[in-house]
């Protein structure tokens, strides 16, 4: 068989040809595209009306799990991650799933010990997975030694990625080079793999390299080639086409709706390119436009607000400048906006490569991309003309000690020690396979939740996530209501909230009351905004004043029905005062100097404090963060409490 793409001449219908080597195809809208286009956000109810059409179509396979879904799914949806699966399962009677396995890191963001990641292949598989896309984000394949084992015991196909990085322009250079691949596609190979996937997360496999990379890699291993690109950069239908002319066996793609930006390219296109080639895709682009008709009228209008549409451009150049990842580049920004750093983007993006550099030259895919991400900011904020690495997050001492495994390039000697200084596991790196030195975490992670994991699969769920899995096992089993913001939208509700924006733009929205009351000398107004609309609104309190937080609170605020036996307490600093000096007459107090989320305090009130030790760990973007004492004294006040959410400058607590 040639590898030149044939064509013929017919019609739609009547004389189509059966393909004599059909590119298979892998869709991925149920997990990679909203993963990237709406934040990880779909909903299963919206998967459903659109399953058994998509399971018709012939797809190689359906990407439906893993990744960020299983953090989002129950942190923000209030969905349980293992229910979506049984679900789609009954929709999709044939079509294989597909789930994409961070190898011994699972979904979740660090490595996990051995018990935990046999368990969670197997409660995967059991629950009906198919495929395990695995992936290490620093290709070291000694992290796959766990779960594959389990996999290929389960039955299962076990699909072995190389994350596709670089640090020049194009293919090439000293560390990834066409031999670095090649290398990497012989290690799977020869581990088991039932087929390798080149994983361009970033979309930086360009056309002609990637031609190269696949002839080369054909000619190295004899198991499929699946190519995973992401449209970032705006090359990857053109690295399609070139792959496919090198042979390579199956493609990524996503239905139109969730097509390009930092997602995939689109089916559609590409059925039409193949059409009637001895590469034809073979399949009915009538039945896609089926999908794409539910998707667009009955799902995406309830996820429109959530694309990025700040940019008109659907191509990110920044990626072919930096060679980052375009969702490590949107977190950067989110990051520094919260900071109000933003006008720090030029440091960062100056940074980034030479952190890169100092930590071995990893790839950048999660979590490394969040890992070398956080600290640049860090460096950029934190750091002083004398002093490098001021703050390290407890990722980077992580990946120092070895914990993440071995780094393409040596980590600098310099990092590397000051961030394993005084490191609990020592000062002295490992360099056996990470999971080597884990303690077990199952048991203690069921001694931790008790009854309120109710099986393994609930369990497994704690383990990964401590502290927003809890919450939502509270909200499963009914111990505390689910808020809000983690209910779905319905279509009602999205065309009232339409309306009201057509309104308020065309001016109709502020009516004339011819009863309302006159407006006081309290009101003060709010700038309100809903999606990218702007609203300015005054707010009258009805009632008495308003004491609104951040402001200065005079006196403690004593109930006065409260028995007065108690000597008064110093008021309790404000919560959220960005702009609280750090010594105040109760104490000084430690400021959160990014906003984010509590995971643990280790002292508590009462507790007695020496300069330098680690207070509370603050997670922030995905990375712990160890917030040390400012002072030596005793810790006067606490004022939140483990997951707890908190703005930048917040009081975490008062040393006296
Ligand atoms: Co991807």
Not at 37 to 51: C, K, N, S, W, Y
Not at 250 to 278: K, S
Not at 355 to 378: A, E, W, Y
Request: proline share 7%.
């Amino acid at each position: 068989m040639s590898d030149q793409v044939q064509m013929t001449t017919m019609n739609y219908d009547s004389d189509r040809p059966v393909a004599e080597n059909p590119v298979k195809i892998m869709d991925l809208s149920l997990r990679d595209g909203h993963q990237s286009l709406f934040a990880t956000r779909g909903r299963t109810e919206d998967m459903i009306p659109v399953a058994e059409l998509m399971d018709e179509v012939g797809f190689w396979a359906v990407e439906t799990w893993g990744g960020a879904t299983f953090d989002t799914m129950h942190r923000f949806l209030n969905e349980d991650p293992w229910e979506r699966l049984r679900t789609l399962k009954r929709y999709f009677k044939k079509t294989p799933f597909s789930m994409l396995l961070r190898a011994q890191n699972l979904v979740g963001y660090r490595n996990y010990a051995d018990d935990l990641a046999l368990a969670f292949v197997d409660r995967a598989a059991a629950n009906g997975m198919d495929i395990f896309r695995t992936f290490d984000a620093l290709n070291d394949y000694r992290n796959f030694e766990t779960v594959v084992g389990e996999i290929k015991k389960c039955g299962k196909h076990f699909q072995g990625c190389i994350c596709y990085t670089m640090t020049e322009p194009r293919l090439g250079g000293d560390v990834y080079n066409l031999d670095y691949y090649i290398a990497k596609a012989k290690d799977l190979e020869a581990m088991g793999a039932d087929s390798i996937c080149i994983k361009d997360m970033a979309g930086l496999l360009a056309p002609y390299d990637a031609y190269n990379l696949i002839k080369a890699m054909k000619e190295a291993v004899f198991i499929p080639l699946h190519l995973h690109s992401h449209f970032t950069s705006g090359m990857s239908p053109m690295t399609h086409l070139k792959a496919i002319e090198a042979g390579v066996d199956i493609i990524d793609t996503v239905m139109t709706p969730y097509a390009y930006r930092t997602a995939h390219a689109a089916i559609e296109p590409l059925v039409m390119t193949l059409l009637g080639t001895n590469r034809d895709t073979g399949f009915d682009i009538r039945k896609l436009a089926a999908i794409n008709e539910i998707l667009e009228k009955e799902v995406m209008p309830k996820y429109k607000h959530l694309l990025d549409d700040s940019k008109v451009s659907i191509i990110d150049i920044n990626v072919l400048l930096h060679q980052t990842p375009g969702g490590m580049l949107s977190n950067l920004v989110n990051q520094l906006r919260e900071m109000d750093a933003l006008d720090k983007i030029d440091e960062v993006y100056k940074e980034l490569p030479r952190v890169r550099k100092d930590l071995g030259q990893i790839p950048l895919v999660t979590p490394t991309s969040q890992i070398v991400g956080v600290q640049t900011v860090n460096n950029v904020l934190h750091d002083t003309a004398d002093e490098r690495y001021k703050m390290i997050t407890g990722q980077v001492k992580d990946l120092c000690y070895g914990l993440y495994g071995k780094t393409a390039t040596p980590i600098n000697p310099e990092v590397q020690q000051k961030a394993l200084k005084g490191y609990p596991r020592g000062e002295e790196p490992i360099t056996c396979r990470p999971a080597e030195v884990l303690e077990p975490e199952l048991d203690k992670a069921k001694a931790e939740i008790g009854n309120l994991a109710k099986d393994m699969d609930d369990l497994i769920l704690y383990a990964q996530f401590p502290v927003t899995g809890k919450k939502f096992l509270e909200w499963k089993y009914g111990i505390t209501p689910a808020p809000d913001s983690v209910k779905p939208i319905t279509m009602e509700q999205v065309k009232a909230r339409e309306a009201l924006v057509k309104k308020a733009l065309a001016g109709k929205l502020i009516e004339k009351n011819e009863g309302a009351p006159a407006k006081s000398e309290s009101a003060r107004t709010f700038n309100v905004f809903v999606d990218n609309e702007f609203f300015s609104v005054d707010v009258d309190p009805v009632g008495g004043p308003v004491v609104f937080a951040g402001q200065p609170v005079s006196a403690p605020a004593a109930a006065p029905a409260a028995p007065a036996a108690a000597p008064a307490a110093p008021a309790p600093p404000p919560k959220n005062e960005a702009a609280a000096p750090t010594a105040s007459p109760a104490g000084t107090l430690l400021l959160a100097p990014m906003p984010g989320m509590i995971i643990k305090y280790e002292k508590r009130v009462g507790d007695t404090v020496a300069k330098g030790d680690t207070v509370v760990v603050l997670e922030a973007m995905k990375m712990e963060n160890a917030l040390p004492a400012p002072c030596d004294g005793t810790i006067k006040a606490i004022d939140f409490d483990s997951g707890d959410t908190i703005t930048k400058g917040a009081v975490l607590c008062v040393i006296g």
